[in-house]
């Protein structure tokens, strides 16, 4: 037992696991919406177009978070306006905003020339680096979208399954757009230094998508897109200190073992099925 | 009859492209009012804007604010693959005056019981993909009854179902009407649809004629709405609206060469 509750020990331990624990609970509760809004691939853009947002930020010696934040939300902000253009799509825009975000953070590093700055942190992520203040900065994002959630619970998923009936129903979907944008960037921000720019994206998609394979439910594929999360993000950090593993990748790779899980479990779920309860519509 | 939504010279446009021309049009308590016209004509631009989605670039429309409407999407637009249970779908439409996010036993009890009249009662747990089209339509008939509306939005209620399906919610529209609720519906479908509603509007961009079908399916008003010439025949007292293809039965003819002519090959 004693061997078991041996990293608790640690100070930077109990902060990673924390840490790890709330951007793992909130990467699943963000990414379900960003998953059902057939947007995947944002999350993997948006946090390259938050790193820009980052190195412009340092240059321009502005508090990394204020900065990396406006340049992510504003970036969110143009991709879902974009999105909104059915000639263009979800994906182009992604593609378009996030890569000009991206390239104009490379140019503002060849243009000063030397960064005194490692950015490594940022794009793989050092969880067991963070600081108790990190931990509270997380944990403050994390109360904030858990409200905001709470509260427009319906209006979210409304906007999410039927934008334009939601819209004649009453709900104003471009706040609930700006909304999504918002709590998007607050998370790739504040977690951009513990599971690092990469291994958010994967984050964002692998819970929900895991929760989708296990139920037909919005409530239910919610929860357990969260702890999948919450789970992977523990037991990720956990197993990285006994395996020497670096701790984002161990926590993606917790993650896509319970998809691996999750995809047994549901292909034999729909071979029990009769064939007219699956495709019914037909 | 008290008057639900009134178009005074209404014009919308996507973008550059004006969609609703200089519309006058009144919806009235008890209506069954149907909206055909051609493909981008504006009948689904004229259904968000009756609902308040759509505002006018000029004109103006007038509605009575303590009406309610209901709306029901084209079923081909819903993503049925979309994690949603049946009682979820219809609850989506509960969202004034409660701020958390699990529905009331209120809620549930409503809902349930206009599912229970739409004859769908025990489908409550049901995933959306895992019905019939009659009852994929009764989802989202029942989303917008949960709202009580006045007035009962339809775009295409028929659009990509088969004819007893077509039947069946037609026939559920029919009991709405009959139970007070004003109803307006686009429609392709001239004769199936069109020819068995109270009152009709052609429109291609404006409105090219308003008034009982016997008296606005007629060959003149229908190639100013489609834009081709239409045969109109008469079955019973109702309209009934013949489609030729002239040019594709002579191109069909010239490519099946009689065998009497001493050919000996297979007609294509």
Not at chain 2, 82 to 88: D, L
Not at chain 2, 178 to 194: E, S
Not at chain 2, 233 to 238: F, I, R
Request: net charge neutral.
């Amino acid at each position: 037992m004693d061997t078991l509750l041996e990293p608790f020990g640690y100070a930077f331990f109990r902060n990673a696991i924390a840490v790890a624990t709330l951007a793992g609970a909130l990467c699943g509760l963000v990414g379900v919406y960003v998953v059902l809004r057939g947007m995947s691939y944002i999350g993997h853009g948006l946090s390259h177009a938050i790193f820009g947002g980052a190195v412009a930020s340092y240059a321009l010696e502005v508090n990394l978070y204020l900065g990396a934040g406006i340049w992510g939300l504003v970036s969110a902000v143009l991709i879902l306006l974009i999105a909104r253009r059915r000639s263009i799509g979800a994906d182009a825009a992604i593609g378009v905003i996030t890569s000009a975000s991206f390239a104009i953070g490379i140019v503002i590093i060849s243009v000063i020339g030397s960064f005194t700055r490692n950015f490594d942190a940022v794009l793989f992520g050092n969880v067991l680096g963070v600081s108790t203040g990190d931990v509270a900065t997380v944990g403050v994002v994390a109360g904030f979208i858990a409200v905001a959630v709470f509260l427009r619970y319906r209006q979210l998923l409304f906007t999410t399954f039927d934008p334009e009936v939601a819209d004649v129903s009453g709900v104003s979907t471009a706040r609930m757009d700006i909304l999504l944008a918002v709590m998007l960037t607050a998370l790739i921000t504040v977690c951009m230094n513990v599971l690092g720019v990469t291994m958010i994206a994967a984050m964002l998609v692998i819970p929900p998508v895991v929760g989708r394979l296990l139920t037909d439910s919005f409530h239910r594929m919610l929860w357990i897109s969260v702890g999948v999360g919450t789970f992977s993000g523990f037991v990720g950090v956990y197993l990285s200190y006994y395996l020497d593993w670096a701790s984002g990748p161990a926590v993606v790779l917790t993650a896509a073992l319970l998809f691996v899980f999750a995809y047994i479990v549901s292909s034999v779920k729909r071979r029990r099925l009769p064939e007219a309860a699956l495709d019914a519509h037909i | 009859m008290n008057e639900l939504v009134r178009f005074e010279r209404v014009t919308c446009r996507y973008g550059r492209e004006p969609v609703l021309v200089n519309i006058d049009l009144s919806v009235t308590e008890g209506d069954f009012l149907g909206i055909v016209g051609p493909s981008g004509s504006g009948k689904t631009t004229m259904l968000r804007a009756i609902a308040g989605a759509v505002r006018p670039i000029a004109g103006r429309i007038v509605r009575d604010r303590g009406a309610t409407v209901g709306y029901v999407p084209q079923v081909e637009t819903v993503n049925w693959y979309f994690p949603v249970t049946v009682r979820e779908a219809v609850l989506m439409s509960r969202i004034d005056g409660r701020v958390v996010p699990w529905a009331s036993d209120r809620d549930v009890r409503d809902a349930d019981e206009v599912l229970e009249r739409l004859g769908m009662g025990d489908l409550g747990e049901r995933h959306i993909r895992e019905l019939s089209g009659g009852q994929q339509q009764r989802v989202f008939v029942a989303r917008a009854m949960l709202r009580r509306p006045q007035l009962l939005l339809m775009d295409e209620p028929t659009s990509g179902v088969d004819v007893r399906t077509r039947h069946d919610v037609m026939h559920l529209i029919h009991e709405l009407h009959h139970d007070g609720l004003a109803v307006v519906i686009t429609t392709h479908d001239l004769n199936g649809i069109a020819a068995h509603l109270p009152k009709l509007v052609c429109l291609n961009k404006e409105v090219i004629a308003v008034g009982r079908p016997q008296d606005v399916i007629t060959p003149d008003v229908l190639e100013r709405t489609y834009g081709a010439p239409l045969e109109v025949l008469s079955h019973g007292g109702m309209p009934v609206v013949v489609e030729h293809y002239p040019e594709v039965v002579e191109a069909d003819e010239r490519r099946v060469v009689p065998l009497r002519e001493g050919h000996h090959g297979h007609p294509a």
